[in-house]
Every structure is written in structure tokens, then in C-alpha cells.
């Protein structure tokens, strides 16, 4: 099956913790995001990169770190300084157009974290 | 912020009505997506328009882009209760890379 993979579903994490969230993605796609969404709103954009070893900051990244060093793999880890880390992550990725534009975004299941 | 907004937020309709969405953007854009999110899951992608189109069809999905006003329409027809989700419009501003931004997203209930 073709597609993009996030685990955990569910993560539960103590204060002062970090926690690594997984994507893999099967499909060959170039560029690779990670969203955050709050209950009933929209989503923000946290990191994306659009080629392994080089990532940008989107619009929330504080608290958060990421890392590509494989075309497949875009993890994400939630540090102790993301000060109200519960939400759920969303993770996606794209082929790019002939002029390096995104084409359609397709996304995983989303993973779950809620801080105890 | 250059989030989009999108209304309405919530909207209610009888199986078998019309539903229209609307989005508004801030600033000049590449193209526009439409996703749909049932609750608790991952996006699922509908329809891309470019920002050379005005029109698109998918099946009972229309959409428009209108880009003089910025905003951006997804009608759906002969709504069935299976259509009852989240609608986010997203969209990638010129000159922003390949950075998309998402609206506010407008609930949709499609009762029987």
C-alpha cells in the first residue's frame, strides 16, 4: 500500500519530556510538512522541507525540531520548551511540479498527543 | 496572520440539498486546494484549482476561484449524510515556496 505512515496514533507525555513523532511516506514525494490542529480549528504549519537534509520553520515552529535525512522519513520531536504541546499532528507530503510547485498534499492519519 | 478564512464555520443541511463554502484569501496565490476531514482523521484531498482556472469540476463538487476577490467557493450537490466533515480550503501564496496555508475550515452536518 502506498501512502504515508504516522505512529504513535495515541502518545501520552509527561511534563518536561521531549517525544518523537514518526512519518514515513512510501510515495516517493520530494517535500514533506508537518501540521498542528487544535479541537475544531484549522491547521498551522509547523516545519516542512522540500529536500532531504534541509527543512524550514513555518509558521509555529518553537518547541519543535525536526530532521530529513532520508527522502521516506520526516520526524518530528516535540521538546520540553513546546510549552502547550497537546494537539493533534498531522503529517503530509508532495510530489513538486516541473517548476518545483507542490502538487496535491496528501496526509497521514494524525498522531495524538496529550500531555500528562 | 495569512491564515484564510472560510465560512460559513458551521453549516447545517438536509440530505439531498446543496451545500456552498466559501474562502478568502489575503494575498495573490499559486492554486488552491479543498480537503475534507471527517473527525479525528487525516485530510483527505478533493480538488486542486489553479489560479489560471476559474471553474473545476469533481463528480457533485464544484469549485470557483474568483482571484480579483481573492476568495474561492466548493459546492457541494445533492448532499448525503456520508458528506458530513470539516472542509478546509489551502492554498500556496506567490512567492512562498511551497508553504500552504490553510483556512479556518467550515463544519459541515448533513442530516437525514
Known amino acids: 500500500d502506498g501512502g504515508i505512515t504516522q505512529s504513535p496514533k495515541y502518545l501520552f507525555r509527561k511534563e518536561g519530556q521531549n517525544v518523537t513523532l514518526s512519518c514515513e511516506q512510501n510515495?516517493?514525494?520530494?517535500?514533506m510538512y508537518w501540521y498542528r490542529q487544535d479541537p475544531g480549528q484549522g491547521l498551522r504549519l509547523i516545519y516542512y522541507?522540500?529536500?532531504?537534509?534541509?527543512?524550514q520553520k513555518g509558521d509555529i515552529a518553537e518547541g519543535y525540531s525536526v530532521s530529513r535525512e532520508k527522502k521516506e522519513s520526516f520526524p518530528l520531536t516535540v521538546t520540553s520548551a513546546q510549552k502547550n504541546p497537546t494537539a493533534f499532528y498531522l503529517c503530509?507530503?508532495?510530489?513538486?511540479?516541473?517548476?518545483?510547485?507542490?502538487?496535491?498534499?496528501?496526509f497521514g492519519e494524525g498522531s495524538w498527543l496529550t500531555v500528562v | 496572520s495569512q491564515q484564510g478564512e472560510e465560512d460559513p464555520q458551521a453549516l447545517s443541511i438536509q440530505e439531498g440539498e446543496n451545500a456552498t463554502m466559501n474562502c478568502s484569501y489575503k494575498?495573490?496565490?499559486?492554486?488552491l486546494q479543498w480537503y475534507r476531514q471527517n473527525s479525528g482523521r487525516g485530510l483527505v484531498h478533493l480538488i486542486l484549482?489553479?489560479?489560471?482556472?476559474r471553474e473545476k469540476h469533481s463528480g457533485r463538487l464544484r469549485v470557483t476561484l474568483d482571484t480579483s476577490k481573492k476568495s474561492s467557493s466548493l459546492l457541494i450537490t445533492a448532499s448525503r449524510a456520508a458528506d458530513t466533515a470539516s472542509y478546509f480550503c489551502?492554498?500556496?501564496?506567490?512567492?512562498?515556496?511551497?508553504?500552504?496555508?490553510f483556512g479556518t475550515g467550515t463544519q459541515l452536518k448533513v442530516e437525514l
Open positions: 503530509a507530503s508532495s510530489s513538486l511540479t516541473g517548476t518545483l510547485h507542490i502538487d496535491t498534499i496528501y
Open positions: 510515495l516517493n514525494h520530494d517535500a
Open positions: 522541507s522540500q529536500i532531504v537534509n534541509d527543512f
Open positions: 494575498t495573490s496565490i499559486n492554486n
Open positions: 484549482i489553479r489560479s489560471n482556472e
Open positions: 489551502a492554498y500556496i501564496l506567490t512567492g512562498g515556496g511551497n508553504k500552504l496555508t
